[in-house]
DNA sequence: CAGTATCCAATAAGATACTG
DNA sequence: CAGTATCTTATTGGATACTG
């Protein structure tokens, strides 16, 4: 985000790079609230510390919010935003191209 | 590519991360031919080397083919593959998005 | 023209341990 | 439960110069 990009692909890009950004949104898409652990559970690859950044960053660039139910022990719900939402079409794209595509999955005997 | 992904949508992330994999494929959707140079003059803030390595890597992942001529100077051409072309739906997913949503982009005086 | 080579800086990501 | 902190490594990107 240091330059501003001059294309609006670019732009696009820019808010979900990052190893998980897409992951985490396919999966709000097909669940609406998800807790942390959860989030977690579903993306086992995925580090605590990293699940905790790329949400901080989806957060930061409006895609998802986060509720903090103030109780203990804690409870945060993470959900998509309406901009989140918008990202829908995006989103399926993707996913229908490695379904359609990558080779190595659901190729199970 | 160090793991193999376990969802469809992190391998199509794979696959186009990278600062101007996305932007590459963009141009060649909308002319179907371009030379080194050409991509070069549309890309001003993507260095040489950047050109370069992202257009070997779009070319690794079997997304374009390069095409040279063995003349002097030398003369090069890239395209989309089919491959390359059946990523059109997640390219105009994400020009799209950026389009409706990046305020910044066409709105000079 | 279409790249490489080299060197360096910045960023992203991973491992592990700790906490309100 | 839902994170932080810290440290380390790996990957990416940039500047500049050079070449067949």
Same mark, same amino acid.
């Given at each position: ?11 696009? !890009?820019?808010?979900?790079?990052? %190893?998980? @950004?897409?992951?985490?949104? +396919?999966?709000?898409?097909?669940? $609406?609230?998800?807790?942390? /652990?959860?989030? %977690?559970? !579903?993306? *086992? ?5 990293? &699940?905790? !950044? ?8 409006? &895609?998802?919010? %986060? @509720?903090? +139910? $103030?109780?203990? $022990? $804690? %409870? ?11 990202? !829908? *079409? ?5 996913? @229908? ?5 990558? /080779?190595?999955? /659901? @190729?199970? *005997?």
């Amino acid at each position: 985000m240091a330059k501003s990009s001059s294309c609006a692909i670019e732009y696009t !890009l820019s808010l979900i790079a990052g %190893k998980w @950004k897409t992951v985490i949104l +396919y999966h709000l898409f097909h669940q $609406p609230v998800y807790r942390f /652990n959860e989030l %977690k559970k !579903l993306m *086992p690859d995925c580090s605590q510390r990293m &699940l905790s !950044l790329q949400l901080k960053e989806l957060e930061k660039a409006g &895609l998802i919010q %986060k @509720k903090v +139910y $103030p109780v203990v $022990p $804690p %409870k945060t719900e993470y959900s998509l935003t309406k901009l989140g939402q918008s990202m !829908l *079409p995006v989103i399926k794209a993707m996913d @229908k191209w490695g379904l359609d595509h990558h /080779n190595q999955l /659901n @190729k199970e *005997p």
